[in-house]
């Protein structure tokens, strides 16, 4: 049974940082692209950031692109989002999720080409 588990959310201040953890086990986790998505109550989850299963490629959301960094090391089944510069709207819920399809040649932004989602970690940006 896959699973991930993210870890990392918290409080910070605007202009602080935050760094994102999902760890996932369970599945052949570098055969798989990565994604986060994040969530606002009474909004729908929205795409972040996606890293190719080599981590070769990534994308990025416009509204954190510069800000973000995806990365993820196969060697500990993990893959992490580096946040800084970080605003009040980049407060939400941020999940981590891995792609339904094995080695995908181009990544997908699609929340529905993500069949494992870990439980989310609450980020919260104070102004």
């Known amino acids: 049974q896959v699973q991930l588990v993210e870890s990392g959310g918290g409080l910070v201040q605007a202009g602080g940082s935050l760094r994102l953890s999902c760890a996932a086990s369970g599945h052949t986790f570098s055969s798989y692209a990565m994604g986060w998505f994040r969530q606002v109550p009474g909004k729908e989850r929205e795409f972040v950031a996606v890293?190719?299963?080599?981590?070769?490629?990534?994308y990025y959301a416009d509204s954190v692109k510069g800000r973000f960094t995806i990365s993820r090391d196969n060697a500990k089944n993990t893959v992490y989002l580096q946040m800084n510069s970080l605003k009040p709207e980049d407060t939400a819920v941020y999940y981590c999720?891995?792609?339904?399809?094995?080695?995908?040649?181009?990544?997908?932004?699609?929340?529905?080409?993500?069949?494992?989602w870990g439980q989310g970690t609450q980020v919260t940006v104070s102004s």
């Open positions: 999720a891995a792609d339904r399809r094995l080695f995908r040649v181009v990544v997908t932004t699609t929340p529905g080409e993500y069949n494992y």
């Open positions: 890293i190719s299963w080599s981590g070769s490629n990534t």
